[in-house]
């Protein structure tokens, strides 16, 4: 079981090396640039034109390994096909702004109804195909709440938390997929060392091998950027897995950098609309970090590590509290 789930993330790995080369020229070549916002950093205006829409290599690399590999579990299944979804709607969102070439793709409500449609379906599967309960753990107290008939919106909070939350986050060359890697690591731990759940752990280690293998193109300077394909899609991953492995409370810890992007934004938002004052020079947090004159890539890797610290101590948290 072990060498399959090696196997696997190895796969990912070397497919999105082998891949990822012929990609960017081929995008290159039709002009399948990124577009930056005007009201952005201005030392990203040099990124424009950037090969964009990444996230496809990565879940070519994603899935055709973990298809071969797979023994069809449904929880696995239902986390695989939440991220496919969710990288299809990221997909019609980058084409929206290449061919309309503007920064803004898909209308909000738009991609809100998908992820509600997704969501459903996540739940069905979860609680009437993989044996999912309603009830939600919460580990750092060792208590437990049934959710009932409000389960299906609370999946739907989590999914489009975590999508909208990964897709906050790449903003900066690699720090998404690198925080992705890291989460997505520990539920590798999650599922494979601690419960034994084969085709989680599997999957889990697909998207570590795809991301990291990304990396080496995605680092910075990058030569090809993730896209909302990539972001939505990795995000629907995380949010799924935390639903499948009733870790949706603990994700919160887990994917804690995540959470401190998001709230950034919202913190932000909540303050100039009441107070007519922003807590950030810009947000996401990692832009006003920018602002204050860390370069690029001292920031990425400070991000890294507070998403390594967060994600290692969820797993902890995970395993002295399992039952």
């Known amino acids: 079981m072990s060498g399959e789930v090696l196997i696997g993330g190895t796969a990912a790995l070397l497919l999105c090396l082998f891949?990822?080369?012929?990609?960017?020229?081929?995008?290159?070549?039709?002009?399948f640039g990124q577009r930056i916002r005007e009201e952005g950093p201005s030392g990203h205006h040099s990124k424009a034109g950037t090969p964009t829409m990444g996230g496809i290599i990565i879940f070519l690399a994603i899935s055709i390994p973990f298809l071969?590999?797979?023994?069809?579990?449904?929880r696995a299944v239902g986390v695989f096909g939440v991220a496919v979804?969710?990288?299809?709607?990221g997909f019609a969102d980058d084409y929206v702004k290449i061919v309309k070439r503007r920064s803004l793709g898909l209308r909000g409500r738009t991609k809100m109804l998908v992820l509600l449609l997704?969501?459903?379906?996540l739940w069905?599967?979860?609680?009437?195909?993989?044996?999912?309960?309603t009830t939600v753990r919460i580990r750092a107290v060792d208590a437990s709440i049934d959710l009932g008939i409000f389960?299906?919106?609370?999946?739907?909070?989590?999914?489009?938390?975590?999508?909208?939350?990964?897709?906050?986050?790449?903003?900066?060359?690699?720090?998404a997929a690198g925080c992705v890697a890291i989460v997505m690591l520990a539920y590798v731990g999650i599922t494979f060392v601690t419960t034994g759940e084969r085709d989680l752990a599997l999957l889990s280690a697909c998207i570590v091998g795809a991301c990291t293998g990304f990396l080496w193109f995605n680092s910075f300077p990058a030569t090809i950027f993730m896209g909302d394909t990539g972001s939505l899609g990795l995000g629907g991953a995380i949010g799924a897995m935390a639903v499948m492995t009733n870790t949706t409370i603990l994700l919160i810890l887990i994917g804690g950098i995540f959470v401190v992007e998001a709230v950034s934004v919202i913190a932000q938002v909540a303050a100039f609309q009441s107070l007519r004052k922003r807590i950030f020079l810009m947000a996401p947090i990692h832009h006003h970090f920018e602002m204050r004159g860390w370069s690029e890539t001292k920031i990425i890797l400070r991000f890294w590590i507070v998403a390594l610290v967060f994600a290692a101590i969820g797993?902890?948290?995970?395993?002295?509290?399992?039952s």
């Open 118 to 121: 997704v969501s459903v379906a």
């Open 68 to 74: 071969v590999l797979t023994d069809w579990d449904w």
């Open 19 to 31: 891949l990822a080369p012929r990609f960017i020229e081929f995008l290159g070549n039709r002009e």
């Open 124 to 133: 069905w599967v979860a609680t009437q195909k993989a044996g999912v309960t």
């Open 151 to 175: 389960f299906p919106v609370f999946v739907f909070l989590v999914v489009a938390g975590s999508t909208n939350a990964v897709n906050l986050t790449d903003g900066l060359d690699g720090l």
């Open 315 to 322: 797993f902890t948290l995970y395993q002295a509290n399992i």
């Open 85 to 89: 979804v969710c990288a299809l709607l």
